[in-house]
């Protein structure tokens, strides 16, 4: 199975009260980096079967956005082993539940998610370092439990990429 980590996209400041923070919606930033992400993965030619999210508006925004950029025509599934806290034994079960698809992309948070993409490439079964910035993505190549990171992209890098090939694409004007 290849799985797709992507870590929602900016949302703006946390906000204290736990119920108004799930409410959080992603800000102008959040929304550029989805369309960065999204346009990279639909020209990497991903294609999923399905997209998890957590039930958190910044994280079913990225989802959404980000699948329509792909092309994605599912249902988005919504499954709490995403959300901030959860834990690995949760994210194993989620897993479980989604071993027969061939691509799965899942959407959540850090550190979790981080935490969660570590584990799944440390052949130790420990803890792995990857600091997934938000709006970020990566793929890794699952076999049983474990995987291979194939590639990790961020906004800032998908955008900086961009925008040189828009540059480089201009026609060159000559002095005389």
């Known amino acids: 199975m290849i799985l797709y980590f992507l870590r929602h996209a900016s ?29 990279a993965l639909a020209a990497l030619n991903v294609q ?15 989802a ?13 599934q919504i499954d709490a082993a995403l959300r901030p806290g959860a834990g690995l034994a949760d994210f194993r079960k ?17 550190p979790n998610l981080s935490q969660f993409l570590g584990s799944v490439i440390s052949d130790s079964g420990c803890e792995a370092a990857v600091d997934l910035k938000k709006g970020g993505v990566a793929r890794v190549e699952m076999r049983r ?6 590639w990790c992209l961020t906004p800032k890098a998908v955008r900086t990429l961009y925008e040189t090939a828009v540059e480089s694409s201009r026609p060159k004007t000559s002095r005389k």
């Open 94 to 110: 989620l897993l479980d539940k989604y071993s027969k698809q061939e691509a799965v992309m899942v959407v959540g948070h850090n």
């Open 145 to 150: 439990t474990s995987g291979t990171l194939q």
């Open 11 to 39: 949302a703006g400041e946390h906000v204290a009260n736990p119920k108004k923070d799930e409410k959080r919606a992603l800000d102008k930033e959040g929304i550029e980096q989805c369309g960065y992400i999204g346009r």
């Open 64 to 76: 959404s956005l980000v699948g329509n950029e792909i092309g994605y025509e599912g249902k988005l």
């Open 48 to 62: 999923v079967d399905a997209v998890v999210s957590s039930p958190l508006k910044r994280a079913t925004q990225t």
